[in-house]
């Protein structure tokens, strides 16, 4: 038998047991308000997803519970534009490095120069890489972005959710600052409202845990779906993505999350992860109960389990 089967079954005797030691943190935590309609969400859901290059798939807890990606959708936004401009074009606009601040954080954009967001996957960064996805309108972005993600998720039913979308749009003060700056600091090109609408619009696909974990899977085979052997994402980038996930995804934690469970990871403030075990499983998590810095409390702590009794960080 190999490891993989070992581990999988594993997982298959203990999940639901893991699940059900982690939520009671998820008291400790608190569902995201600041886009009032995320703040409808269950505190004390918990699901998980895992799902291996043959298409099987272990569950347990609330994996069917339907979310937004928020910050989730940052990943593959990155992969976007750097298929349609490249990396060179993307890395003018946005850096490489870690910020220690809050997701939301636009100080930086002040106090370093030239004023480039310092990462792809902080607010200001996503911003920035919005307005380089190809298309002659937002509308036409958006439908591309969306398009993508259905391909990833093998989900050609993946959507917008409308309410979460208004929601944010109509509260964004802080990310509509945002862009303003990096428009003044020479970032983005074109018309603010529109990147921030095609922003705005990704971070409300909805999703499952199902659904993020097919999309990790592909990450997980650096960018070929080993289900349909389709090649979805050249390689290079997946490496890219998967780099950026371990320095940034997990915003101001990810040091402690790379210590802590070592895999690559995007959470989003929905309570959704992302997450894998590279060439093994993609896996989708959610708890809506956020620690301080945004991420899943009871998400990050089943993580840490599940990682730790079946070593599986890549340090
Ligand atoms: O821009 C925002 O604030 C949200 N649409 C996304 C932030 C987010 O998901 C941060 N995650 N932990």
């Avoid at 886009?35 to 859901?45: F, M, T, V």
């Avoid at 593959?76 to 954080?105: C, H, Q, R, W, Y």
């Avoid at 899977?217 to 996930?245: C, H, N, S, W």
Wanted: aromatic share 8%; net charge negative; with cysteine.
């Amino acid at each position: 038998m190999s490891d993989i089967d070992k581990d999988f079954t594993i997982v298959q005797e203990r999940l639901e047991d893991w699940v059900k030691t982690s939520l009671p943190c998820s008291a400790n935590g608190r569902v995201a308000a600041y886009i009032p309609e995320l703040s409808k969400a269950p505190s004390d859901a918990l699901g998980i997803y895992i799902l291996d290059k043959q298409g099987q798939a272990l569950s347990a807890g609330d994996c069917g519970l339907q979310f937004t990606m928020q910050s989730i959708s940052k990943v593959f936004t990155l992969i976007l534009a750097l298929m349609d401009k490249g990396e060179k074009a993307v890395f003018s606009k946005v850096g490489m490095e870690p910020t220690g601040d809050n997701f939301n954080s636009m100080l930086k954009l002040e106090l370093v120069r030239p004023g480039i967001p310092f990462n792809p996957l902080i607010n200001a960064g996503a911003i920035a890489i919005s307005s380089l996805i190809d298309g002659v309108s937002p509308a036409e972005k958006s439908a591309r972005v969306l398009s993508f993600f259905r391909s990833l998720a093998s989900n050609d039913s993946l959507d917008y959710d409308e309410d979460v979308y208004r929601s944010e749009s109509e509260t964004a003060n802080l990310n509509r600052s945002m862009g303003y700056l990096l428009k003044d600091n020479g970032v983005l090109e074109g018309d603010v409202d529109e990147v921030l609408d095609v922003y705005f619009r990704h971070c409300s696909i909805n999703v499952n845990c199902a659904d993020l974990s097919r999309m990790a899977l592909v990450l997980a085979f650096d960018g070929a779906d080993p289900i349909t052997g389709e090649r979805l994402i050249p390689r290079r980038y997946v490496q890219i993505a998967k780099t950026f996930m371990t320095t940034c995804g997990m915003y101001n934690a990810s040091g402690e999350f790379a210590i802590q469970v070592g895999l690559p990871a995007k959470s989003g403030v929905s309570g959704g992860i992302l997450t894998m075990v590279p060439g093994r499983y993609g896996i989708g998590v959610v708890g809506p109960a956020l620690n301080a810095k945004g991420n899943s409390i009871a998400g990050v702590q089943l993580l840490e389990t599940i990682a730790q009794e079946l070593d599986w960080s890549l340090f």
